[in-house]
């Protein structure tokens, strides 16, 4: 099977810039996706195929990729950012989706 | 604006079935890929299984855990999708979410797809 890894918590304070880190053996060949779940909410995607931001979602929000492995960041984090980020993305062959562990953000 | 509305969720004994809907709206849901994506209490996403628009063949995937017990189909009629769940076990209860599918294809002509936009989900409860 295959694996997307994450860090299971950053911390920042308000203004700092966030950095959500996901390793995968495939994202050298493959897109990541990022998707952030406040307490309660469904997930929303934040960053589509590496370093898209989908309409309604801040510029402080972005994505990149290099090698193995994708970043999400978020530069002058507020309040409001604090949430589960998960990143996605599929294997070499398309055949297993994953989703990382998840990564809880902090902002305080 | 495009809406997903998920139901038919419930508490199921471990062996028996459900089926969600999902109703759909704010787009043109025949032309659409969709995905299921569940999540237990207190855990992290797991991508369940898509169905391609049936003018992609309309064909279905599933997530190993899944595969042979769990079906999706679609009545673009209704605009609505659907997810039988056969074979339930206490590890199927988790909040099931219906996504629209964004996709492309790689170099090797794979399809991979991804979640875009997400239902508010609804609840399933295996347990006797």
């Known amino acids: 099977s295959y694996e997307l890894t994450q860090p299971p918590s950053v911390s920042v304070s308000p203004g700092q810039t966030a950095r959500i880190t996901c390793s995968g053996d495939?994202?050298?060949?493959?897109?990541a996706y990022w998707y952030q779940q406040k307490s309660g909410q469904a997930p929303v995607p934040v960053i589509y195929?590496?370093?898209k931001r989908p309409s309604g979602i801040p510029e402080r929000f972005s994505g990149s990729s290099s090698g193995t492995m994708a970043t999400l960041t978020i530069s002058g984090a507020q309040v409001e950012d604090e949430a589960d980020y998960y990143c996605?993305?599929?294997?070499?062959?398309?055949?297993?989706?994953?989703f990382g562990g998840g990564t809880k953000l902090t902002v305080l | 604006e495009v809406q997903l509305v998920e139901s038919g969720g419930g508490l199921v004994k471990p062996g028996g079935s459900l089926r969600l809907s999902c109703a759909a709206s704010?787009?043109?849901?025949?032309?659409?890929?969709m995905i299921w994506v569940r999540q237990a209490p207190g855990k992290g996403l797991e991508w369940v299984g898509r169905?391609?628009?049936?003018?992609?063949?309309?064909?279905?995937d599933y997530a190993a855990p899944v595969k042979g017990r769990f079906t999706i189909s679609r009545d673009d009629s209704k605009n609505t999708l659907y997810l039988q769940m056969n074979s339930l076990k206490t590890e199927d209860t988790a909040v099931y979410y219906c996504?629209?599918?964004?996709?492309?294809?790689?170099?090797?002509?794979?399809?991979?797809?991804?979640?875009?936009?997400w239902g508010q989900g609804t609840m399933v409860t295996v347990s006797s």
């Open positions: 996504t629209t599918a964004t996709y492309y294809y790689d170099i090797s002509a794979w399809a991979n797809d991804a979640s875009d936009i």
């Open positions: 704010g787009f043109t849901f025949s032309n659409a890929w």
């Open positions: 169905i391609k628009s049936k003018t992609d063949g309309g064909t279905t």
């Open positions: 495939a994202l050298p060949k493959k897109y």
């Open positions: 195929e590496d370093s």
């Open positions: 996605y993305s599929t294997d070499s062959s398309a055949n297993h989706r994953v």
